[in-house]
Structure formats: structure tokens, C-alpha cells
T-cell receptor, first 112, second 117 residues
Framework: AQSVTQPDIHITVSEGASLELRCNYSYGATPYLFWYVQSPGQGLQLLLKYFSGDTLVQGIKGFEAEFKRSQSSFNLRKPSVHWSDAAEYFCAVRGGSYIPTFGRGTSLIVHP | DVKVTQSSRYLVKRTGEKVFLECVQD?????MFWYRQDPGLGLRLIYFSYDVKMKEKGDIPEGYSVSREKKERFSLILESASTNQTSMYLC????????????????FGSGTRLTVV
């Protein structure tokens, strides 16, 4: 079975500061990993995905994520946060089934 | 760009009503999904469909049914709406058969916020 944990319900950062959102997964082999963003009142948009190869993945809107097998983690990072990044972020893992499991989400609050 | 369109952004229905939530995608995707999203619970899969006329239960199918008569349309049905079905409902689709890794991400609709009173 696959599972994913996002340990932080809320994260607050100042505009211009760096950001790291945590994601830990559980799966027996190398999974497929995703980060999605949901702006208020909107559906989910895919930020980036990891399948194999380079463990540092670049996504849209200046985000990147690093797959660390030893830590079962896939943390999302951004060097400088903009006010428009305030949103809900979801990590998802897909193992043997093609149905991904989503984390409960992390709400990002950006202070001016 | 693939578009997934949910027919209503906001719906208010009465307890006991039969409710239809419609989802249409325009890129010939085989797989379609219905999720509900609740604060603190993330996304939970209600039903999904591999292809036309095929459906599978997800994690929380109770109180819901689905219909997929045409490839582009996937309907979620609440046979008798109850207040505990007040939620945000998200539809998603996915293409199979495309070269990897193109087919590994979902495309989501904007969601339907349903309130049952």
C-alpha cells in the first residue's frame, strides 16, 4: 500500500523568503511522486513530477523538489516566495496502481 | 491544453434531492475521477472510470454513483443528498497510452462547491 504524509498543515513565510514544504511517502519500491497547487476556489494544478533519473526535479512557477530515497521524502522548495504563491499544496504518491494517493495538504500563507 | 470543465462552480441543494455533478474533458482521456475535498482530509477518491461504461469504487463510494456513457463525460450522482455530502467536488482526467511521462499527471477541473441544506 502507498501513503503520503504532509506533516505541516500551515506554513507561514514572508514574501521573498525561501520555502520548503515537506512530504514523506511510504511505498516498497520507487514511486512516482507529484506536487500539485490549488489556488483559492480553483482545481489542482500540477507543479512537478518525479518518475526516475535526476532526483532534483524542476517545475513550473520556480518550484523544485528533491527525491531522497533514504529519507522517503519529496520536499518542495522555492528560493524566493511571492505573494501569489499563497495556496494549498498537495503531495501525491503513485505506486503499483495508477491511482495516486494525496496528502492532506499544506496551506501556505505569505506575509508582505 | 487539456480542459476539464465542471458545469457548476457552486450548488445549493436540499436534503433528499437527487443531485447530478457533471464533468466534461475535451482531450479524449480514457481515465476520469471524482474526488471530494474536505478541510484537513485532503482529497478522497469517490469513483473512477477506466473508460466508457466502466466504473470502479474509490475509497468513499457510499451515497454516490457515477455514469460514463460517453468518453468525454463523467457524472457523479448523489441519489439522496445529505448534509454530510456538503463538500468541494473535484473531477480529474488522465490520458493513458501516451509516451511516458506525459500520461502520469492528472488534469483537474475547477471544482464544484456543493452545499446541502
Amino acid at each position: 500500500a502507498q501513503s503520503v504524509t504532509q506533516p505541516d498543515i500551515h506554513i507561514t513565510v514572508s514574501e521573498g523568503a525561501s520555502l520548503e514544504l515537506r512530504c514523506n511517502y511510504s511505498y516498497g519500491a520507487t514511486p512516482y511522486l507529484f506536487w500539485y497547487v490549488q489556488s483559492p476556489g480553483q482545481g489542482l494544478q500540477l507543479l512537478l513530477k518525479y518518475f526516475s533519473g535526476d532526483t532534483l526535479v524542476q517545475g513550473i512557477k520556480g518550484f523544485e523538489a528533491e527525491f531522497k530515497r533514504s529519507q522517503s521524502s519529496f520536499n518542495l522548495r522555492k528560493p524566493s516566495v511571492h505573494w501569489s504563491d499563497a495556496a494549498e499544496y498537495f503531495c501525491a504518491v503513485r505506486g503499483g496502481s495508477y491511482i495516486p494517493t494525496f496528502g492532506r495538504g499544506t496551506s501556505l500563507i505569505v506575509h508582505p | 491544453d487539456v480542459k476539464v470543465t465542471q458545469s457548476s462552480r457552486y450548488l445549493v441543494k436540499r436534503t433528499g434531492e437527487k443531485v447530478f455533478l457533471e464533468c466534461v474533458q475535451d482531450m479524449d482521456h480514457e481515465n476520469m475521477f471524482w474526488y471530494r475535498q474536505d478541510p484537513g482530509l485532503g482529497l478522497r477518491l469517490i469513483y473512477f472510470s477506466y473508460d466508457v461504461k466502466m466504473k470502479e469504487k474509490g475509497d468513499i463510494p457510499e451515497g454516490y454513483s457515477v455514469s460514463r456513457e460517453k468518453k468525454e463525460r463523467f457524472s457523479l450522482i448523489l441519489e439522496s443528498a445529505s448534509t454530510n455530502q456538503t463538500s468541494m467536488y473535484l473531477c480529474a482526467s488522465r490520458l493513458t497510452g501516451a509516451p511516458r511521462p506525459t500520461n502520469y499527471g492528472y488534469t483537474f477541473g475547477s471544482g464544484t462547491r456543493l452545499t446541502v441544506v
